[in-house]
């Protein structure tokens, strides 16, 4: 009973470079959220997703980020040309259905590191 | 923009002792959750509560809702070590979870 998987758990990129994280779901879960933590904080959404569409990214930076959900295959946050401030933890979290009760349960999260 | 606020920011409390965790959120919801986050760890889920005065145990945690004061307690009883972790509430109106500021908890032998 796999819960969600994220991967890679750690990412060390130089200033400019491109991050890929990827995050599969809970089995039987359809819904994807990302968040954002920045160290001694809370997390901050970014995005939520279901398969193929972006259902809310009221919280992610308007250029550089973007992520996707495939029909097939791990939702992916890519981050274009990384700059030091966005060093943080990323989350990806998974529910089985959205805006109910129903509680979302969390990966292990990829740390990035720019440099 | 729904804000979610926990205070205290950091609790170090002995072994054995009693103490209360609170979160307080800014705009009208019937859903709060509560995570554990160990160092370097992804969030646990410890709690959901869903309704106006609900109450629910686990072990030495017990969290409740007031949805009216718009707030949410998690009380911790006879501490124990294993306990020392980072404590979030979050609030879940719709689709994405407003997270507090978190709780940093040590328990001291």
């Known amino acids: 009973n796999a819960g969600v998987m994220q991967n890679p758990r750690h990412l060390v990129r130089r200033r400019g470079q491109e991050a890929r994280l990827r995050c599969s779901p809970m089995?039987?879960?359809?819904?994807v959220y990302w968040y954002r933590q920045l160290p001694e904080e809370g997390l901050k959404f970014m995005v939520y997703l279901q398969k193929e569409n972006i259902i809310d990214e009221s919280g992610m930076p308007k250029e550089r980020f973007s992520a996707e959900f495939p029909k097939e295959g791990p939702s992916i946050l890519r981050i274009q040309q990384v700059v030091r401030g966005d060093s943080a933890a990323y989350f990806c979290?998974?529910?089985?259905?959205?805006?109910?009760?129903?509680?979302?349960?969390f990966g292990p999260g990829t740390r990035l590191l720019v440099l | 923009e729904l804000k979610v606020e926990q205070n205290p920011l950091f609790l170090s409390m002995q072994e054995g002792k009693n103490y209360t965790i609170y979160c307080n959120y800014s705009t009208t919801s019937d859903r709060l959750y509560w995570y554990r986050q160990d160092p370097g760890k992804s969030l646990e889920s410890l709690f959901v509560l869903l309704s106006n005065g609900a109450v629910k145990q686990e072990g030495r945690l017990m969290a409740s809702l007031d949805t009216k004061a718009r707030l949410s307690t998690l009380h911790i009883t006879a501490a124990v070590h294993d306990l020392s972790a980072t404590y979030f509430c979050?609030?879940?109106?719709?689709?994405?979870?407003?997270f507090g500021t978190g709780t940093s908890l040590t328990v001291i032998p």
């Open positions: 089995k039987g879960h359809s819904h």
């Open positions: 979050a609030v879940g109106p719709g689709n994405q979870f407003y």
């Open positions: 979290a998974s529910s089985s259905l959205s805006g109910s009760s129903e509680t979302q349960y």
